[in-house]
Structure formats: C-alpha cells, structure tokens
C-alpha cells in the first residue's frame, strides 16, 4: 500500500519561503513521476510542479524561478522549495505519484501567504 504524507504549509508573510515535504511509504516503482499540485480557495487545482525519477522537472509558469522541485531517493522523500511567496500561492498543496499507471495522493498541507 503506497502512502504519501505531506508536510510543512504553514503561514508566512509575502516574500517569504517555505519547504514542503512529501514522505512516501509502500512499494515505489523504478520509473515514476512526482508531482506537487495545489488548489487556491474557490479554484482548481493546478499542477505546480513534476519530476521524475531521472530528475527530469517541469515547472508551471507562475512559479518559475521561486520554487524548485527535488527528490531524496534515499529517504524517498520529494521536496518542494518555495521562496518569494505571493498572497496568490495560498492554496492546499497536495503530493502526487504516478506508477504502473496508478495514482496516489496525499492529503495536502495549507500554505497560506498574508502580512
């Protein structure tokens, strides 16, 4: 059974930075691809980040160049940098996997980006 546990949202003012999370448990593929989505209050949800498990990433516009994408294969664990936080990445970030044509999510943990 694959579980995947998020952490880190917290609240922080504009400008500032956080790093998320996602510690993964259960059986993982050789070939996957992680991602971390988010959805604003009232919005969809939207992919923010990917990366697979050679390392290959993508990025969404809006957060190309203030949040990087990493893996820990040892720990497997996937993280989420985020730095120059705007009041529009508030949102519930949730964790991703995709394996053998499965797909896996966490819970989520809230950012949420106010002075």
């Known amino acids: 059974q694959v579980q995947l546990v998020e952490s880190g949202g917290d609240l922080v003012q504009p400008g500032g930075s956080l790093r998320l999370s996602c510690a993964t448990s259960?059986?993982?593929?050789?070939?996957?691809?992680m991602a971390w989505y988010r959805q604003p209050p009232g919005k969809r949800r939207e992919l923010v980040a990917s990366?697979?498990?050679?390392?290959?990433?993508t990025y969404a516009n809006s957060v190309k160049g203030r949040f990087t994408i990493s893996r820990d294969g040892a720990k497997n664990t996937v993280y989420l940098q985020m730095n120059s936080l705007k009041p529009e990445d508030t949102a519930l970030y949730s964790c991703?996997?995709?394996?053998?044509?499965?797909?896996?999510w966490g819970r989520g943990t809230l950012v949420t980006v106010s002075s």
């Open positions: 259960g059986s993982i593929a050789s070939i996957y691809l």
């Open positions: 990366i697979t498990n050679g390392g290959s990433t």
């Open positions: 991703h996997l995709e394996q053998y044509g499965m797909n896996y």
